[in-house]
């Protein structure tokens, strides 16, 4: 993309009065996630408020995000959150924008099954799939380099 626009909604921020869908993402999540977000479009990013309504929460999540924008260090997710897997609302709204979007980015079809998985268990997947791939790929060479 050119550009990023991202609807900054905090209301899903563990403290938040009344968290939508259930969800509990800490000021960290927040953070990380601007962060990668930085990684597409050149770093040409926008956040826009849009929602977040409890002022303590919403100045928290607020500067970690601008940390993440300015380039300044974050904090990092605690294990807990790495763990958990995310609630019943989050797995059908993960599932139903994939579904949407793999019509138009068909690579995003691998990510289905992990729509239910914590972030740790996600990044083991992953980690297997890569050790696989490295694995068959090894092999191919040396078959290659034997014939």
Request: proline share 3%.
């Amino acid at each position: 993309p050119d550009f990023v626009l991202v609807s900054a909604g905090f209301d899903a921020a563990i403290g938040h009065q009344h968290p939508i869908g259930g969800y509990e993402v800490s000021t960290a999540c927040f953070a990380f996630l601007t962060h990668q977000l930085m990684a597409l479009a050149g770093g040409k990013l926008q956040l826009v408020l849009e929602g977040g309504y409890h002022t303590g929460v919403l100045a928290d999540c607020a500067e970690q995000c601008c940390r993440a924008l300015m380039g300044d260090k974050i904090a990092k997710i605690c294990h807990e959150e790495l763990e958990r897997r995310p609630c019943k609302s989050a797995v059908e709204t993960l599932q139903k924008t994939l579904a949407i979007h793999t019509q138009y980015w068909p690579v995003l079809a691998r990510y289905t099954q992990s729509a239910a998985l914590s972030h740790l268990e996600t990044w083991e997947k992953e980690k297997e799939e890569m050790e696989a791939l490295s694995a068959m790929a090894g092999l191919s060479m040396y078959q290659s380099m034997h014939e």
